[in-house]
């Protein structure tokens, strides 16, 4: 089992706003960073560290951390986005890389 | 832009040892505060970290499977490779190699290869 809980499926309306989060002791400690990976696809970085977006990644997508839950937050999701969506960070060691179980996202 | 690109067989016989190698384009492998990792992810499931090198030698690896797998870098050919020993079919899955980078409070993976598909089967 992953340090890094996800819930497995998660909805939202087009244009709508959606959060999908991440629960794990070592983020107390580490940032999470996300990753959106559609069907056939290499994963694809979408936020880093405190609420960092590489570039080419839209602004509707923003990341924040709360205790020991990190969140992914759409903004106005499009139906592009539907995807599924992974989190990672550090094991509760600090040593190890650890991925969450990953999100469905649908959008309707 | 850095590319990266998995090659290997893409069927292992069981018992076997699983052998794959990234290849590095677009940059040098031993430039920049960066590592080097294998991630894998059976059809269906999550992604789950093998493991990685850093550009000084020194690696870490998954504790589940650190009895089995092997990291290496041959900065020569601006590659790195991974070895998995001892394989069964839960080992089946597309295989990913890829750029970390470790930033103190957060590290994060930006560049991908495109995966492989290693098959455990006799």
């Known amino acids: 089992s992953s340090e890094l809980t996800q819930d497995p499926a998660v909805s939202v309306a087009l244009k709508q706003t959606v959060r999908i989060t991440c629960q794990g002791d070592s983020l107390r400690s580490y940032y999470a960073s996300w990753y959106q990976q559609k069907p056939g696809q290499a994963p694809v970085l979408v936020i880093y560290g405190k609420d960092n977006r590489p570039s080419g990644i839209p602004d509707r997508f923003s990341g924040s951390t709360s205790g020991d839950t990190a969140s992914l937050t759409i903004t106005g999701a499009q139906a592009e986005d539907e995807a599924d969506y992974y989190c990672?960070?550090?094991?509760?060691?600090?040593?190890?890389?650890?991925f969450g179980g990953g999100t469905k996202l649908t959008v309707l | 832009q850095v590319q990266l690109q998995e090659s290997g067989p893409g069927l292992v016989k069981p018992s076997q040892t699983l052998s794959l190698t990234c290849t590095v384009s677009g940059g040098s492998i031993s430039s920049g505060s960066y590592y080097w990792s294998w991630i894998r992810q059976p059809a269906g499931k999550g992604l789950e970290w093998i493991g990685r090198i850093y550009t000084s030698g020194s690696t870490n690896y998954n504790p589940s499977l650190k009895s089995r797998v092997t990291i290496s870098v041959d900065t020569s050919k601006n590659q790195f490779s991974l070895k998995l020993s001892s394989v069964t079919a839960a080992d089946t899955a597309v295989y990913y190699c890829?750029?970390?980078?470790?930033?103190?409070?957060?590290?994060?993976?930006?560049?991908w290869g495109q995966g492989t598909l290693v098959t455990v089967s006799s």
């Open positions: 890829a750029r970390g980078g470790d930033y103190g409070d957060y590290e994060y993976f930006q560049h």
């Open positions: 990672n960070s550090r094991d509760s060691s600090g040593y190890h890389v650890v």
